[in-house]
């Protein structure tokens, strides 16, 4: 008779297995947490009253997809470990041992920490952790220690925090697996499940994509569902450029729907050969000009350039990254991929250089900021644009004694220096700021004395002093002779909360940015409501400068007395792209092709009533959709060398 019954042998079993089960579970718990942190602190930047989880299946759904892909993380995370530590007897000695289980404590800290840094990060990008990020951190540390003191004893106390749990449950099912109880079982039933994956293989892949959820949820419920980790696992796996082709329709369709190629022919007034200075605004929102926001900023220098420019106040940016900015604003360009285009292979694809295209009428050009050199890539990016001279911080006589931001110098001796070197030049020319004072942490120069009026956010602060930096430019330049034959325009990277302790956006406000375009040579005020994006900037710089060829675009150019206005497009994330017009805003997730919100934005500025499935809107929601699906045809096309038309 068998002394040891099946029973027994099976409870026995469960405790050897109990420390392991014990540890996922655990930390199933912690990544749980955060994600409810993640949830309450992020709610305003994600859900809009018409589109939040506000019934028990909305609950039920975000929570079963949370814990499936955190289980799923977990378990092939710390199975696979587990497997090659059951091999460890065969190494004499415990040192594969310990390296073994610092991998653990390691890769299941990052878990976390991604998840935890996404928390706080997630406003300043408006997604999960992609291989973006590794794109936008040159400097993490030194931009880290320009931050508040709470804000950096909070990022050590976190970091030190996971890795002590990490180690404490580490150490616990350490102990328990040294004295005998190997998680055989548990191991056996993992190689056995990777023998038989063939069999089970489609159940796994939809697992491995971060975005399958969405056959249930919306892609805002997505944010709050995915795993930091794994997006981001995911991203440098497809190795962050990949952009599937979409294809609704006919070439000749999406062509005669939307073109890229075009001539964009100038007003009568420009003869072309005007020098062109251009200046990208760091984080500057349009909540700073607005004069019924109670975010505007006493600016005398704008404020009395508004009176003489044209001010376009339905603007859009069309992401929240400053290297998606760029490139729609200088190469007329979406940024469909996670990283950032000039990254990417396809910088190989037909484009409208804009530096090369000047060159053509024998314009000089450059490019200037307080940063480091290639911080954000913006170097490739400009030599990628045929800009000939690129300037950085290092180029600042004596930059090393200058006063700083935390990413680079201050405004006004950058723009002092960009002065000279514009003297520097033969007209005609085009020349282009960008600035950072802007930027977070929104360090202010203890030389910038003022007394700012109660409630001045620190980001309405810095644009004081951005504003007091430009005045002190103009005052110089407005006695150079090349002045009064010089265009000027001005336009925001992209949006950003203009109170970072009250973050409130939606898929109207958190776009919009200001746009200005001066010309001293006709001082008069003008306030334009037509429809116009960053990717209308391309075409009025070439139009500007006389140029006549056809060139590739996405945009058109700023309204002008020929122009009508018409549609632009933005990326809130890689599941959800917008659609606007003069009324109308519209979502549309091109991995389900679902289209998930229409708003009238004009008489529901607050967007609290999706009128998707009202049948009155019929027509308008079939219009936009079409435009949608023909702009993201022809950008895909693009990407994967599908020719231009």
Known sequence: MNANPLPSRIKAEWRNNKPFVSLVFSLLMILSFLKIIFYNYNYHFIFSPSDAANSWKDWFQISKWSLAYDLFILVLINLTFLSVLQLSWLVPGKWLTHI?????????SSVILLNLSDIFYFRFHFQRANADLLYVLNHPFKTLFHMKVLIIAGFFLAFGSVLFVNWKLYHR??????SGKRCRLVTVIFILGIVLLPLYKKSIEKYMVPTY?????NSKQLMVAENSFHTFVFSLFRKGEEVKRYVYMSTPACDSIYPIRKIIPPDRAENGHKNIVLFIMESVPYDFFDAHSPYKVQMPFFDSLIQKSCFYDKAFCYAHQSNKGITAILAGLPTLSDIP?????SVSMPITAVGTALQKNNYHSF??????????GFAKCIHWLGIENYYCKED???YKNLPTHAMGIEDEYVLDFMHSKINELSPPFFAVNYNISTHYPYDLPASYQKTFPPGYTTAMKTMSYYDYSLQQFFNKTSREKWFSNTIFIFCSDHWMAPDENNIKFNAISGYRIPIIVYDPSVPEKKTDHRICSQFDIL???????GYRDSIITFGNRLPNSSYTGGYNFSRPNATLYQVYDSEYVLGFNPNNLKTEFLYHYTSDSSLKENVLSDTVYAAIRYRMTKKMLAFLQKASMQYNGAGFK
């Open 100 to 108: 073994i289980l610092l991998f653990f404590i390691l890769l299941n």
């Open 173 to 178: 099912f350490f102990s328990s697996f040294q």
């Open 213 to 217: 959820p969405l056959v249930e949820l």
């Open 341 to 345: 285009l000039y990254h990417t292979s």
């Open 367 to 376: 490019f200037c900021i307080g940063d480091d050199f290639d911080n954000f």
């Open 396 to 398: 600042l006589p004596n």
């Open 539 to 545: 075409g009025t710089i070439l139009a500007i400068s």
